[in-house]
């Protein structure tokens, strides 16, 4: 049932004489809430509605659901300080005695202080879950699960996030919905863990293979050909970003180039983002910018900066824009203007100045950073501490 048609459903039941429980239409209301196709909007009016009719005297449970629902719809709207403080609100009501159900918002706080960069606050969050017994929770162990390892990835913990990952890849029987997640994630952080592995690699002077990224390929490429034929989706567009950024670094720039043509056409036809694809928008321009000629380049690039701006008005600069700072900076060299270049550079120095590094697109605080900062020394001489 679509979302958009529960309440019409609900009114027509009242209309007939016929009465429904009100914890049952709380409970419908958040399921509907809950449905990934519909709208933003549409998914907080249900929520709204949910949270008018829930009684004071409703069991904890239902509470917790109504908030958890809540908090994730703020959070993927963009708006992450409204997700933690009605969870916040809420907390200081639920006697000590039912801390046990409480793990959802636990998760949910973890993943926006996760958004913040506040990784301690994350890690205090995510340990506050420990269930008593895990039976009949599976899905929140797994969210628990993945949670941690995306706190530990954005603090570029790879290997111990590796972990986390591959526990939940070994789930039976996950939603597409759950698998096309992990399945992107891990594919992004062996990226990561490729670079690592090169590095190794470099000091000792052994031969290096890419068995984690063809690895990754094979999977994505299988899920790519079941979700093509089904038209654009969310999870269309989390596989061809994690395939263009393997093919990426496999030297295979052609294919690349063609799955963020294709990943991009889909962001430039959404017309209410949320904060994933806000960020997917921003990353696939990060993507073609590399994979493109030296005048497109610069387009690109400049077109990152312009997306990242408009998705986040009241935020400073992060990281990955200081990261782009450089990029136009290298480019601009390479077209003979070093004045701009150098004015890049200073832009550049000043984020990394209040920015430690960060990891929430693959490779920004690692190999694309290291890359450009090195090429930029060796072309220039100029030098930039990150």
């Given at each position: 049932?679509?979302a958009q048609n529960i309440?019409?459903?609900?009114?027509?039941?009242?209309?007939?004489?016929?009465?429904?429980?009100?914890?049952?239409?709380?409970?419908?209301?958040?399921?509907?809430?809950?449905?990934?196709?519909?709208?933003?909007?549409?998914?907080?009016?249900?929520?709204?509605?949910?949270?008018?009719?829930?009684?004071?005297?409703?069991?904890?449970?239902?509470?917790?659901?109504?908030?958890?629902?809540?908090?994730?719809?703020?959070?993927?709207?963009?708006?992450?300080?409204?997700?933690?403080?009605?969870?916040?609100?809420?907390?200081?009501?639920?006697?000590?005695?039912?801390?046990?159900?409480?793990?959802?918002?636990?998760?949910?706080?973890?993943?926006?202080?996760?958004?913040?960069?506040?990784?301690?606050?994350?890690?205090?969050?995510?340990?506050?879950?420990?269930?008593?017994?895990?039976?009949?929770?599976?899905?929140?162990?797994?969210?628990?699960?993945?949670?941690?390892?995306?706190?530990?990835?954005?603090?570029?913990?790879?290997?111990?996030?590796?972990?986390?990952?591959?526990?939940?890849l070994k789930t039976p029987?996950?939603?597409?919905?759950?698998?096309?997640?992990?399945?992107?994630?891990?594919?992004?952080?062996?990226?990561?863990?490729?670079?690592?592995?090169?590095?190794?690699?470099?000091?000792?002077?052994?031969?290096?293979?890419?068995?984690?990224?063809?690895?990754?390929?094979?999977?994505?490429?299988?899920?790519?050909?079941?979700?093509?034929?089904?038209?654009?989706?969310?999870?269309?567009?989390?596989?061809?970003?994690?395939?263009?950024?393997?093919?990426?670094?496999?030297?295979?720039?052609?294919?690349?180039?063609?799955?963020?043509?294709?990943?991009?056409?889909?962001?430039?036809?959404?017309?209410?983002?949320?904060?994933?694809?806000?960020?997917?928008?921003?990353?696939?321009?990060?993507?073609?910018?590399?994979?493109?000629?030296?005048?497109g380049a610069e387009n690109?690039?400049?077109?990152?900066?312009?997306?990242?701006?408009?998705?986040?008005?009241?935020?400073?600069?992060?990281?990955?824009?200081?990261?782009?700072?450089?990029?136009?900076?290298?480019?601009?060299?390479?077209?003979?203007?070093?004045?701009?270049?150098?004015?890049?550079?200073?832009?550049?120095?000043?984020?990394?100045?209040?920015?430690?590094?960060?990891?929430?697109?693959?490779?920004?605080?690692?190999?694309?950073?290291?890359?450009?900062?090195?090429?930029?020394?060796?072309?220039?001489?100029?030098?930039?501490?990150?």
């Amino acid at each position: 049932m679509e979302a958009q048609n529960i309440l019409g459903d609900l009114e027509a039941l009242v209309s007939r004489g016929i009465q429904p429980n009100r914890v049952d239409i709380v409970q419908s209301l958040v399921a509907a809430s809950r449905i990934k196709t519909s709208t933003i909007g549409t998914r907080e009016k249900l929520i709204r509605s949910a949270q008018v009719l829930l009684a004071e005297h409703a069991s904890l449970q239902l509470q917790v659901e109504v908030v958890q629902q809540r908090s994730i719809l703020m959070r993927l709207k963009g708006d992450i300080n409204g997700s933690v403080r009605i969870i916040e609100e809420f907390l200081p009501r639920v006697p000590p005695a039912h801390t046990d159900v409480l793990g959802a918002l636990y998760i949910s706080q973890a993943k926006n202080f996760a958004y913040k960069f506040s990784f301690t606050e994350a890690h205090r969050e995510a340990k506050k879950y420990a269930p008593i017994r895990i039976e009949g929770q599976p899905g929140l162990l797994w969210d628990h699960i993945h949670c941690v390892g995306r706190i530990l990835r954005g603090q570029g913990r790879f290997e111990e996030a590796r972990r986390c990952f591959e526990l939940c890849l070994k789930t039976p029987e996950l939603t597409e919905s759950r698998r096309l997640v992990i399945l992107s994630t891990t594919a992004d952080l062996y990226c990561e863990l490729d670079y690592q592995n090169r590095q190794l690699c470099m000091e000792t002077a052994e031969p290096r293979s890419k068995p984690l990224l063809h690895l990754a390929k094979n999977w994505l490429t299988t899920e790519l050909q079941g979700l093509q034929s089904r038209g654009p989706s969310k999870g269309n567009r989390r596989v061809l970003l994690s395939l263009a950024e393997i093919e990426i670094r496999l030297g295979c720039n052609d294919n690349a180039r063609q799955y963020v043509g294709q990943v991009l056409g889909m962001f430039n036809s959404l017309t209410a983002p949320d904060i994933v694809d806000r960020l997917g928008h921003v990353r696939a321009l990060v993507a073609a910018a590399r994979v493109s000629s030296l005048e497109g380049a610069e387009n690109l690039w400049i077109g990152a900066l312009f997306w990242n701006r408009l998705y986040n008005p009241s935020e400073a600069e992060v990281f990955t824009c200081g990261v782009i700072y450089m990029y136009m900076c290298l480019v601009r060299h390479k077209l003979g203007d070093n004045g701009r270049s150098r004015e890049y550079l200073e832009h550049a120095q000043e984020v990394f100045r209040t920015r430690e590094r960060q990891f929430l697109i693959p490779g920004v605080g690692t190999y694309l950073v290291d890359f450009v900062v090195n090429e930029i020394h060796t072309l220039t001489g100029w030098n930039c501490r990150v």
